[in-house]
């Protein structure tokens, strides 16, 4: 009876791995322009041919329409407008590159090229728009929209092999509301397929890690990156609370001297005091002079503990590295890095491929015990 149970959970587990990879396999459904709010937008072909399909309240049409053919699509009232016409939902679908761009604010987005069927929607006086993308070219696509202005190929593997781990592990992120994942920082960043200086390095060095993952005792990880170090990366639980024995911290030489290695800020002292809530006449002054040197993840005044995680977010600072002083009315501070300094620093990578590093030598400085295999395992 053991034994049969046995078989069954694995079989069951088995089937939902395979299922998880079958959907992964199909491309994930990416809400595009997830960071813009826009009720018009424009659509075509950048060659060839595209089939739109009107669903509305009383009928389907279907109609093609070739490279001269722009579609602009709006909202009125709450409703989906093709040539005035109100529908539930629009269709394209084409085997070429589609071109897209929104309405923001008082200018057009710029131009972004799409491959796979477009679906858009309405959300109240607002458009959605859900791109069903390749699996490779979505990949390509984060790698470029995350560090497309590097030219090395060893830096985009290593992208590419992480961001790979993160759509496998993500892919049901937001299947509530009838797609996978956004476009945007709170999944991976994603302007389209690549267009850029590099995009047939990017594409490249994507095709070489094809289907490749990160794992750690056989899962998939949380393939955690960011911009810049600072010159020193935090471990997960000084951000989140979650501890995973495959990040660590690491004093990063690489990152430094990058664009995004310094900043500075002024913060009002009474916006400061405001946040923290403690006693008025609080010593900021000697509390500052009074820190350890090097990173912190917190602060500590009295009883109670402050995350800089949650500082950073608040004042939406570039990253909770920094040294603060009391200037006048004005906490002043001198900060290192950008992003939130977990796992694989994007500049310190590239600065890495520089020197001449393999993209596994680049996963295995920033992650540890780290091993790499094929996605369909999972």
């Given at each position: 009876?053991?034994?049969?149970?046995?078989?069954?959970?694995?079989?069951?587990?088995?089937?939902?791995?395979?299922?998880?990879?079958?959907?992964?396999?199909?491309?994930?459904?990416?809400?595009?322009?997830?960071?813009?709010?826009?009720?018009?937008?424009?659509?075509?072909?950048?060659?060839?041919?595209?089939?739109?399909?009107?669903?509305?309240?009383?009928?389907?049409?279907?109609?093609?329409?070739?490279?001269?053919?722009?579609?602009?699509?709006?909202?009125?009232?709450?409703?989906?407008?093709?040539?005035?016409?109100?529908?539930?939902?629009?269709?394209?679908t084409t085997s070429d590159t589609i071109e897209m761009r929104a309405?923001?604010?008082?200018?057009?987005?710029?131009?972004?090229?799409?491959?796979?069927?477009?679906?858009?929607?309405?959300?109240?006086?607002?458009?959605?728009?859900?791109?069903?993308?390749?699996?490779?070219?979505?990949?390509?696509?984060?790698?470029?929209?995350?560090?497309?202005?590097?030219?090395?190929?060893?830096?985009?593997?290593?992208?590419?092999?992480?961001?790979?781990?993160?759509?496998?592990?993500?892919?049901?992120?937001?299947?509530?509301?009838?797609y996978h994942i956004k476009d945007d920082q709170s999944s991976q960043?994603?302007?389209?397929?690549?267009?850029?200086?590099?995009?047939?390095?990017?594409?490249?060095?994507?095709?070489?890690?094809?289907?490749?993952?990160?794992?750690?005792?056989?899962?998939?990880?949380?393939?955690?990156?960011?911009?810049?170090?600072?010159?020193?990366?935090?471990?997960?639980?000084?951000?989140?609370?979650?501890?995973l024995p495959y990040c660590r911290a690491v004093f990063d030489p690489?990152?430094?001297?990058?664009?995004?290695?310094?900043?500075?800020?002024?913060?009002?002292?009474?916006?400061?005091?405001?946040?923290?809530?403690?006693?008025?006449?609080?010593?900021?002054?000697?509390?500052?002079?009074?820190?350890?040197?090097?990173?912190?993840?917190?602060?500590?005044?009295?009883?109670?503990?402050?995350?800089?995680?949650?500082?950073?977010?608040?004042?939406?600072?570039?990253?909770?590295?920094?040294?603060?002083?009391?200037?006048?009315?004005?906490?002043?501070?001198?900060?290192?890095?950008?992003?939130?300094?977990?796992?694989?620093?994007?500049?310190?990578?590239?600065?890495?491929?520089?020197?001449?590093?393999?993209?596994?030598?680049?996963?295995?400085?920033?992650?540890?015990?780290?091993?790499?295999?094929?996605?369909?395992?999972?």
């Open positions: 009876m053991r034994k049969l149970f046995a078989l069954c959970f694995s079989l069951v587990v088995s089937m939902a791995f395979g299922q998880k990879y079958a959907s992964y396999a199909s491309g994930p459904r990416v809400l595009t322009f997830a960071d813009v709010e826009y009720g018009r937008l424009q659509l075509k072909v950048k060659s060839g041919m595209y089939t739109l399909t009107a669903y509305t309240p009383d009928s389907i049409f279907t109609m093609d329409y070739g490279v001269d053919d722009v579609h602009p699509l709006y909202t009125f009232r709450g409703d989906l407008r093709l040539n005035r016409a109100g529908c539930d939902s629009i269709v394209f309405w923001r604010g008082k200018n057009w987005t710029p131009t972004r090229p799409y491959l796979g069927k477009v679906t858009i929607r309405p959300n109240l006086i607002y458009l959605e728009t859900i791109v069903k993308v390749p699996v490779e070219p979505y990949i390509a696509g984060v790698v470029e929209a995350e560090g497309g202005m590097s030219a090395e190929p060893e830096y985009h593997k290593a992208q590419a092999v992480l961001a790979r781990t993160w759509l496998i592990t993500n892919m049901g992120k937001h299947k509530k509301e009838g960043a994603f302007k389209g397929v690549p267009h850029g200086k590099h995009a047939a390095i990017i594409s490249e060095a994507v095709a070489q890690t094809k289907d490749t993952i990160a794992t750690y005792s056989s899962k998939p990880i949380i393939g955690f990156y960011h911009s810049n170090s600072g010159g020193q990366t935090v471990l997960p639980q000084d951000v989140w609370s979650q501890e690489f990152s430094k001297k990058e664009s995004k290695y310094r900043w500075t800020k002024d913060i009002a002292l009474s916006d400061w005091k405001a946040y923290f809530k403690i006693a008025e006449d609080f010593d900021w002054s000697a509390f500052f002079a009074g820190l350890p040197e090097g990173r912190q993840t917190h602060y500590t005044i009295g009883d109670q503990i402050f995350k800089l995680e949650t500082l950073r977010r608040h004042f939406k600072l570039r990253s909770t590295y920094f040294t603060a002083s009391v200037v006048g009315d004005t906490v002043h501070l001198e900060g290192y890095g950008f992003g939130h300094g977990v796992g694989m620093a994007q500049q310190g990578a590239m600065r890495m491929a520089v020197g001449g590093f393999q993209w596994k030598e680049i996963l295995d400085f920033y992650f540890q015990k780290l091993s790499f295999e094929p996605v369909q395992n999972f």
